[in-house]
């Protein structure tokens, strides 16, 4: 991947003046056909046509070659499951962003066999079509504003050989842990911060829950859930405060696994995922060096941001763990922002509702 550290940029008025044609991404595959799902490469072009550099989040977009969604995969009408990692970015690291100089581009290769499910989907034409949503950084404290490309897709067929890849090479999937969100770490102090930021992410799910019941018709609700079923709502925050075995069985790992995402930079913290069908098998969170330097829940009353919180990273983690969320966008602007759909489902729109809740109603 080609990566820039320059600076952090302030260009606020131009970055919220974007409109979906100001940017562009074209999309190309080496081969249209291919034996092979480890065959598929794919190469996505981003262009600035601007005069002012522009700086994005690269992470769960084209502009990033980690095992991240950077594309929505189907074959003829049929989604194909991603079963990729989802991670949270180190927002105050430079290395979690990718900038675009005026008037150049970025070129990206992708290659994606471990990342969608094209086992269960068989053999055929895949299309794939860039995930649209970008965002871009605002300045060093602000949050991120949010940016929609306009979507291509490109096309490959596979011949032949879709069977499963793993993320991890060594992985053994048939091993399941006979645990819910158990801390997996030999440091006694990182076990403890990890305790911690488990205790608090489980209170304020719980407390997001008991507001649903309380108030179901609230402002905060519709903010970030529009007319979702509130009782769908509730039993994903329930189930994270509950941590019952019902909603899945994790290890909460203080160090990255061999061959992990923390080396490059950038990563907060991912979860990785095993997946059958629709079904979570079972997941594993690893919590980068960055997360034990994060503040504690108390600090949001005195201002502090929640992406600079362990209950923020934790929090978000856990919704990918449990039910399956995803990062269609990061921050609470941009979380607010999405279709009814993406709300349901976005990682950040449950994290900034059960946080807001908690500075609103407990500090």
């Known amino acids: 991947m080609l990566r820039c550290s320059a600076a952090l940029l302030t ?32 190469t996505a072009v981003v262009s600035n046509p601007t005069s002012e550099d522009i700086k994005f989040v690269k992470f769960g977009s084209v502009l990033d070659e980690l095992p991240t969604k950077s594309f929505n995969v189907r074959k003829g009408d049929e989604a194909v499951t991603f079963s990729g990692v989802e991670i949270i970015p180190a ?14 581009s970025i070129a990206v290769n992708h290659t994606v066999a471990a990342s969608y499910a094209f086992e269960a989907a068989g053999t055929g034409v895949f299309t794939f079509e860039t995930s649209v949503n970008l965002q871009v950084a605002d300045g060093p404290d602000s949050e991120l504003a949010h940016f929609v490309l306009e979507s291509t897709s490109v096309d490959v067929e596979v011949t032949d050989d879709v069977a499963k890849r793993s993320v991890f090479p060594d992985d053994d999937e048939s091993e399941v842990g006979l ?33 649903i019941k309380q108030s179901p018709n ?12 509130r009782n769908d709502i509730w039993y994903n925050f329930d ?3 509950g941590d019952l075995a019902s909603s899945g069985n994790r290890g909460l790992h203080c160090k990255d696994r061999a061959g992990g ?20 098998i079972s ?7 960055w997360f034990f330097g994060t503040k504690d829940l108390k600090a949001i009353c005195n201002g502090t941001n929640f992406p600079q919180t362990r209950v923020n990273v934790m929090l978000h983690e856990l919704t990918h763990a449990v039910f399956r969320s995803t990062d269609t966008v990061y921050g609470c602007p941009g979380s607010r922002g999405l279709s009814s759909a993406n709300k349901k489902k976005n ?14 109603n407990t500090c």
């Open 239 to 241: 189930r994270v405060a």
């Open 347 to 360: 990682a950040d729109n449950y994290t900034c509702f059960a946080l807001h809740n908690y500075l609103a």
């Open 283 to 289: 997941s594993e969170a690893y919590f980068c060096d």
């Open 11 to 42: 260009f606020a008025a131009t970055a919220l003046a974007l409109s979906s044609g100001d940017l562009t991404v074209k999309l190309s595959a080496v081969s249209p056909v291919v034996a092979s799902i480890d065959d598929i490469i794919l």
């Open 179 to 211: 645990r819910t969100s158990t801390p997996v770490c030999d440091n006694a102090t990182r076990r403890n911060f990890l305790a911690a930021a488990l205790k608090e992410a489980r209170a304020v799910a719980g407390g997001a829950a008991t507001n």
């Open 91 to 104: 927002l105050d690291i430079d290395a979690a962003f990718i900038t675009i100089p005026a008037g150049g």
């Open 261 to 280: 995402l923390c080396a490059g930079g950038g990563v907060g913290a991912y979860v990785r995922l095993v997946t059958s069908g629709n079904n979570i």
């Open 218 to 229: 609230s402002a905060r609700f519709k903010t970030y859930f529009n007319d979702a079923s």
